[in-house]
């Protein structure tokens, strides 16, 4: 079984090993994002797809998946498809048919970005599977086994298998019962229990320095967190994308003046669409919380995301280490190019 749930699918290598997949017959289930389901929306909801020709043909049906590829290959409506909608056209009726569908909430981003191999092996971090998120962004992707980590992998197979459902107000009862005390996710009411809630926690009871990695920081309770933490003593480092230095956010500016706090931001390559995408937040040397989600009201309360804590300096270690080679070579006021 493969079950993956992501933003943004472009990456061809991994739709063709999927692809591969199928034909072994192995079960795929994708849940994505509304934007990467557009074409397919008339003719499908969770519980299935009704295609037209060639797809509901007999010959296709029987057809096996690399006949059915051969068989399509010109159609307009495969051609146009993205590539999780090619895997459910290229799975449609067969014996290990994936079903790739959005989840629930015409509001909701599906921002994910996490896959689950044989219900053992997890993947999961900032990164989509886009070119430039494999090749070129700053990213990270960490990834567990249940031999090692079996409540993380059990509380994000519960996480998926509830999304999956497609029902919204089974999610809203079910998915707070999913999480651990080192694993969340979202969409969450405000309160206790909810991963905002547990951020300003750790900015709370830091007694080491703060350092932020983040591609928008936009919540105003953690920016105030931040600013109080500061006020406290102690030190706080944000280290944003290029692109934040365009915009003017009016939450940040209550830390802009604030001593004890410092503000970089990492040069990138904007003609390639280069980001600095990362989101985790280092609370001294004992704590990380890193995600699918920018800190902002959507990501931590709205959109499906999901959040793991890593705990004792050998698991922040390696968040340390990116921090300090990544510090060094950021600007104080970025040239503002992207």
């Known amino acids: 079984t493969v079950d993956f749930s992501m933003y943004t699918f472009s990456r061809k290598p991994i739709f063709q090993a999927l692809v591969r997949a199928l034909e072994r017959g192995v079960t795929l289930r994708g849940i994505v994002d509304k934007g990467l389901f557009r074409n397919l929306k008339r003719y499908c909801t969770v519980t299935g797809c009704d295609l037209p020709e ?9 057809a096996s998946v690399a006949e059915r590829q051969n068989l399509v290959a010109s159609d307009p409506l495969y051609r146009e498809a993205s590539l999780p909608e090619k895997l459910q056209l290229l799975g449609y009726r067969s014996g290990a048919a994936p079903l790739v569908q959005k989840a629930p ?22 990164g989509n599977w886009s070119s430039t998120a494999v090749t070129i962004n700053l990213e990270n992707l960490v990834s567990w086994h249940s031999r090692s980590e079996p409540l993380i992998v059990e509380s994000f197979r519960c996480m998926l298998d509830v999304i999956w459902s497609g029902d919204g107000n089974l999610i809203a009862r079910d998915l707070p019962s999913c999480q651990t005390p080192k694993t969340f996710f979202a969409p969450s009411r405000n309160g206790e229990g909810t991963i905002q809630h547990r951020i300003i926690q750790a900015i709370n009871e830091s007694t080491g320095p703060i350092r932020i990695v983040m591609h928008h920081l936009v919540e105003p309770d953690i920016i105030a967190a931040l600013k109080d933490a500061a006020d406290r003593g102690r030190s706080v480092q944000v280290l944003f994308d290029d692109d934040d230095c365009n915009g003017s956010e009016p939450q940040l500016d209550l830390l802009r003046n604030t001593r ?30 890193n995600g699918s989600a920018n800190w902002s009201k959507a990501g931590l309360t709205k959109n499906y995301e999901n959040f793991a804590l890593f705990l004792g300096a050998e698991q922040t270690k390696p968040f340390h280490d990116f921090f300090d080679r990544v510090w060094p070579e950021a600007l104080v006021r970025a040239n503002c190019q992207c």
Do not use: W
């Open 105 to 126: 909430g015409s509001r909701r981003l599906v921002h994910n970005k996490l896959v689950l191999i044989d219900g053992q092996y997890l993947l999961s971090g900032s």
């Open 260 to 289: 004890g706090v410092e503000f970089r931001f990492v040069p990138t390559n904007c003609q390639l669409f280069q980001l600095s995408h990362n989101k985790f937040g280092i609370f001294g040397a004992e704590l990380v919380i």
């Open 54 to 62: 060639p797809y509901g043909t007999e010959p296709y049906q029987t």
